[in-house]
């Protein structure tokens, strides 16, 4: 099935990592792929410890609208190829759970092939999808099993509170 955590609100990543955490914990396999994210985090440590693979980027490109198009089109590549590699693990069945945090963020901006991405969605072997970012493509929503919305109603940033490790980040 397909899973699609959205919205504005935190929690998206979180939920797709606690996802994660519980399909390990009763013996599947899953894969974590991220877009748009180079910045070292709390859970990639423990994901390590786990088991579980972690393809992201790891070129450092700052926010998108400061991102010159050669950075742009660097990216996109980057994305591309992390793309085809999770792909081939779920087609063949070499995961069971296959989380694509910040993907639907990524399409909006043109930073992943869409095509493939849909091609994703349609051939996903036996694996379970979890799709996270903000604003996904109606076909994204329609071909989903299961949608969460996290809404955001206060968060500490908007009184200038930065983000914070073990929390955040």
């Given at each position: 099935?397909?899973?699609?955590?959205c919205?504005?609100?935190?929690?998206?990543?979180?939920?797709?990592?606690?996802?994660?955490?519980?399909?390990?914990?009763?013996?599947?396999?899953?894969?974590?792929?991220?877009?748009?994210?180079?910045?070292?985090?709390?859970?990639?440590?423990?994901?390590?410890?786990?088991?579980?693979?972690?393809?992201?980027?790891?070129?450092?490109?700052?926010?998108f609208?400061?991102?010159?198009?050669?950075?742009?089109?660097?990216?996109?590549?980057?994305?591309?190829?992390?793309?085809?590699?999770?792909?081939?693990?779920?087609?063949?069945?070499?995961?069971?759970?296959?989380?694509?945090?910040?993907?639907?963020?990524?399409?909006?901006?043109?930073?992943?092939?869409?095509?493939?991405?849909?091609?994703?969605?349609?051939?996903?072997?036996?694996?379970?999808?979890?799709?996270?970012?903000?604003?996904?493509?109606?076909?994204?929503?329609?071909?989903?099993?299961?949608?969460?919305?996290?809404?955001?109603?206060?968060?500490?940033?908007?009184?200038?509170?930065?983000?914070?490790?073990?929390?955040?980040?």
């Amino acid at each position: 099935m397909i899973h699609v955590y959205c919205g504005d609100g935190k929690g998206k990543t979180t939920a797709a990592l606690g996802l994660i955490l519980r399909h390990v914990g009763t013996g599947g396999k899953a894969v974590l792929a991220q877009f748009l994210k180079s910045t070292p985090t709390g859970e990639l440590k423990t994901l390590e410890t786990l088991g579980v693979p972690v393809y992201r980027n790891d070129l450092p490109h700052g926010f998108f609208p400061n991102m010159s198009n050669e950075t742009k089109s660097a990216v996109r590549d980057l994305h591309n190829r992390t793309l085809e590699a999770v792909s081939q693990l779920a087609k063949t069945n070499m995961c069971s759970l296959l989380v694509l945090d910040e993907l639907n963020s990524a399409l909006a901006l043109g930073l992943i092939d869409r095509d493939a991405v849909y091609a994703l969605l349609d051939d996903h072997g036996d694996a379970e999808l979890v799709i996270t970012g903000r604003d996904p493509e109606p076909e994204i929503l329609e071909r989903a099993d299961y949608v969460t919305e996290m809404k955001l109603l206060k968060h500490p940033y908007e009184k200038g509170v930065s983000a914070r490790k073990g929390i955040e980040f």
